[in-house]
């Protein structure tokens, strides 16, 4: 079984940043591709960013290219969103999740395992 455990959350100033961790238990971490989610109010939930097995290769939404990065260190089995230039629109509840495949892909479906999320909420 897999547990994904999020944190990092938390209340911040339009233009501030925050970084979001996700630290997987289970074997065989660094198998798979990794995403992050997010999830607004009255909204359905929707793709973030995503990074392959090793690390190589990242995978965001247009609109948050150049503010959001997705890393992962595979020895801590581990994923983090930094986000930088935060916007109210951005906040939302944030959800890590692990793909059924090496390389990631925004598709929602395609994820088996969900973390229980962390609250993000950025003040204008």
């Known amino acids: 079984q897999v547990q994904l455990d999020e944190s990092g959350g938390g209340l911040v100033q339009a233009g501030g940043s925050l970084r979001l961790s996700c630290a997987a238990s289970g074997r065989r971490f660094s198998d798979y591709a990794m995403g992050w989610f997010r999830q607004a109010p009255g909204k359905e939930r929707e793709f973030v960013a995503a990074?392959?097995?090793?690390?190589?290769?990242?995978y965001y939404v247009d609109s948050m290219k150049g503010r959001f990065t997705i890393s992962r260190d595979n020895a801590k089995n581990t994923v983090y969103l930094q986000m930088n230039s935060l916007k109210p629109e951005d906040t939302a509840v944030y959800y890590c999740a692990r793909h059924r495949r090496a390389i990631g892909t925004p598709r929602l479906e395609e994820y088996d395992y969900w973390g229980q999320g962390t609250q993000v909420t950025v003040s204008s």
């Open positions: 990074i392959n097995w090793s690390g190589s290769t990242t």
